[in-house]
C-alpha cells in the first residue's frame, strides 16, 4: 500500500520559507513521480512542482525561482523548499505520487494515483 505524509506547513510571515516534506512508503526510490499541488479556498487545485523518477523537475511559473524540489532516497522523502513565500501562497499542500521510472513530469492531479492529507501554509501579509 503507498502512503505518503506531509508534514512542514505552518505560519509563516512575507518573504520567509518553509520547507514541506512529503515520505514516501510503499514505492522504491526512483520508481516514483512526486507532485505537490496546492488549493486555497475557493479556488482550484493547482500544480505547484513536480519531480520524476529520474529527478527531471518542473515547477509552476508562479513558484519558479523560488521553490525547489529534492529527493533524499535514503528516507524515501521528497522536500519543496518554499522561498520567498508571498500570501498568494498561502493553501493547503498535497504531494501526490505515481508510478514512473521516465523523465515525464505529471502536472494533471488525474495522473496521480496516490495522495497525502495535506499541510497548510499560511503567509501573513
Known amino acids: 500500500e503507498v502512503q505518503l505524509v506531509e508534514s512542514g506547513g505552518g505560519l509563516v510571515q512575507t518573504g520567509g520559507s518553509l520547507r514541506l516534506s512529503c515520505a514516501v512508503s510503499?514505492?522504491?526510490?526512483?520508481?516514483?513521480?512526486i507532485g505537490w499541488f496546492r488549493e486555497a479556498p475557493g479556488k482550484e487545485r493547482e500544480f505547484v512542482a513536480g519531480i520524476s523518477g529520474t529527478d527531471s523537475t518542473h515547477y509552476a511559473d508562479s513558484v519558479k525561482d523560488r521553490f525547489i524540489l529534492s529527493r533524499d532516497n535514503a528516507k524515501n522523502t521528497v522536500y519543496l523548499q518554499m522561498n520567498s513565500l508571498k500570501p498568494e501562497d498561502s493553501a493547503v499542500y498535497y504531494c501526490?505520487?505515481?508510478?514512473?521510472?521516465?523523465?515525464?513530469?505529471?502536472?494533471?492531479?488525474?495522473?496521480?494515483?496516490?495522495w497525502g492529507q495535506g499541510t497548510q501554509v499560511t503567509v501573513s501579509s
Open positions: 501526490a505520487a505515481t508510478y514512473s521510472s521516465s523523465d515525464y513530469v505529471a502536472e494533471f492531479g488525474g495522473e496521480y494515483d496516490s
Open positions: 510503499g514505492l522504491t526510490p526512483n520508481n516514483y513521480n
